[in-house]
């Protein structure tokens, strides 16, 4: 009797320790891990929107494009302007004065799938082509990030990045880019522009404004001989603007960077201050060439 007591006991010890152990087993159990979506930051998309008159300007626009990795959409007249240079700036001067501007067979875009727009396109009468105007009638740039881009013949840069500014307030437009037709479409033109480009992003992301990348000019001076002998060599195409020099600073780099503070007269008109710019390369690869007017 006493050793069945001691048997039952003992058991009751025994199953007292295994529920004790399976206790502490499920206790020490770390608790399922439950499965979370893994949170992705929705990508960014960009989109080069662009016309382009004598192919300057899509050149430009693939650079953009390829630098960016971005959608294209070139912009396309219904009409055509006419072949020639002179019936293509009545054209465009009747446009302007009537503010009838041109329709386009693609003017709508669907903006809603990008947040940056790099807008493109040639300076005539030194403000934006008026396809363009029609482009921004017909879209929404509200929210965006808008990165003008042109081509010129002389200048336009900074008024029709002002312009646009004006245009679509509620749209973020950055410091804009420019390169003269001329240049672009030399034989080095694809890789100047590219060089170019790719310093501007720089820019872009740094935050430079104009007013900063004026910063490494000297002091404004009067002209000294050589500096006279500069502007005429680059100038020397340009006398339709009717350009008079007052003063000059410089910045030196792989040559040097020529900043001239002038009177224009352009077409005739009434004088006008304007800055141009003009770059002197070293001894021996190349002469003196007017970089923008800006104005």
């Not at 479409?185 to 992301?205: I, P």
């Amino acid at each position: 009797m006493l050793n069945k007591m001691k048997l039952t006991a003992a058991m009751s010890v025994f199953a007292a320790s295994m529920v004790f152990t399976a206790c502490n087993e499920q206790e020490s159990k770390p608790a399922p891990k439950t499965e979370s979506a893994e949170v992705v930051a929705p990508a960014t998309k960009s989109v080069v929107v662009y016309f382009s008159q004598n192919g300057a300007t899509k050149k430009l626009a693939e650079i953009f494009q390829k630098a960016k990795n971005a959608d294209a959409v070139e912009l396309k007249l219904v009409t055509a302007y006419p072949s020639t240079y002179d019936s293509t700036i009545a054209a465009v001067k009747a446009q302007r004065d009537t503010r009838q501007w041109p329709a386009l067979e693609n003017a709508k875009v669907e903006l809603d799938k990008y947040d940056t727009v790099y807008l493109g396109y040639p300076i005539m009468f030194g403000t934006f082509t008026p396809p363009i105007f029609t482009f921004l009638d017909s879209n929404d740039l509200s929210g965006k990030v808008v990165v003008p881009f042109c081509t010129y013949g002389s200048g336009g840069r900074k008024a029709s990045a002002e312009e646009l500014k004006t245009l679509e307030p509620n749209a973020n437009v950055t410091l804009a880019f420019g390169i003269s037709n001329k240049r672009i479409t030399a034989e080095n033109g694809d890789s100047v522009a590219r060089a170019e480009v790719e310093t501007f992003f720089a820019d872009l992301e740094t935050g430079k404004t104009d007013e900063m990348l004026l910063g490494g000019y000297s002091e404004q001076r009067p002209l000294a001989a050589e500096d006279s002998a500069v502007f005429a060599e680059a100038t020397k195409d340009y006398a339709y603007l009717g350009l008079k020099p007052l003063s000059v600073s410089t910045q030196v780099v792989a040559g040097t960077n020529y900043l001239f503070v002038c009177e224009m007269k352009a077409f005739g008109g009434p004088a006008v201050q304007t800055n141009v710019k003009i770059f002197k390369p070293l001894p021996g690869r190349g002469v003196p060439e007017l970089i923008v007017v800006e104005k």
